[in-house]
């Protein structure tokens, strides 16, 4: 009996990392965070919200944040003019208020201006 219950549960939990998505947070400074949706709580109105990330001059604030899949590329523009482009599987999931790793290096006065989505079909 307590099989069935252990195959019931892994069932449960293959179809529940078929069906995760992650919310992906860029810093303007090149540092990121890939987050289960699972670590964010439902809230209703009027509720003070919750930190995703911490800030720091260290990492600096926040240019964009958006749900990713694992199959998903991202491209980050510089004011300078730099791209790159990153796949989301390379990138460390993180907890809900951790400061990031680092996703692009910088030059000195460079900030990561723009960020875009690339699915796996290559679409933007």
């Known amino acids: 009996d307590s099989n ?11 179809i529940l990392a078929t069906k995760e998505k992650f919310i ?14 699972y670590e964010y709580r439902a809230t209703s109105r009027g509720t003070q919200g919750f930190k995703n ?10 240019v964009a944040a ?15 003019g730099r791209i790159m482009r990153c796949s989301v599987i390379d990138m460390r999931i993180t907890h809900r208020g951790a400061r990031g ?12 201006s723009s960020v875009s989505r690339v699915d796996e079909t290559g679409e933007y």
């Open 4 to 14: 069935l219950n252990m195959e019931n549960l892994n069932d449960k939990m293959l």
């Open 53 to 62: 990330i911490e800030l720091t001059s260290k990492n600096g604030s926040v």
């Open 66 to 80: 958006f749900p990713v899949d694992f199959n998903d590329h991202i491209i980050m523009v510089t004011n300078t």
């Open 101 to 112: 790793v680092i996703l692009f290096r910088l030059e000195p006065r460079e900030t990561v």
């Open 24 to 37: 992906l947070t860029v810093t303007n400074k090149g540092f990121g965070q890939v987050v289960s949706f």
